[in-house]
């Protein structure tokens, strides 16, 4: 909810990491609720990602993502590094 930007980065970082801890790579990042994301944001979806497709054992995918968000997804030429879905049981299912 709300925004990932320098300061929350970090947070999403730590709770992906910790998912990773718990051995699950294949995760549905719901961002229904997300008003803003700073480039500092993009680099954690980046580093997420990266660490999920690791050893080919999973994948970051995304739900719902705002207008606002996916625009400045396509401007930087993010949106063919991730599958984007229009509800989380599409994503889910995707698994």
Do not use: W
């Amino acid at each position: 909810k709300g925004k990932v930007d320098s300061f929350t980065a970090p947070d999403l970082i730590k709770a992906i990491e910790g998912l990773h801890d718990d051995g699950k790579y294949k995760i549905v990042l719901n961002m229904e609720h997300l008003e803003y994301m700073s480039s500092a944001g993009f680099r954690a979806l980046l580093i997420a990602q990266r660490n999920c497709k690791r050893y080919n054992r999973g994948e970051l995918v995304l739900a719902i993502v705002p207008k606002k968000v996916l625009e400045a997804l396509e401007l930087t030429g993010f949106t063919p590094l991730f599958k984007i879905f229009d509800d989380v049981t599409s994503a889910v299912g995707y698994f």
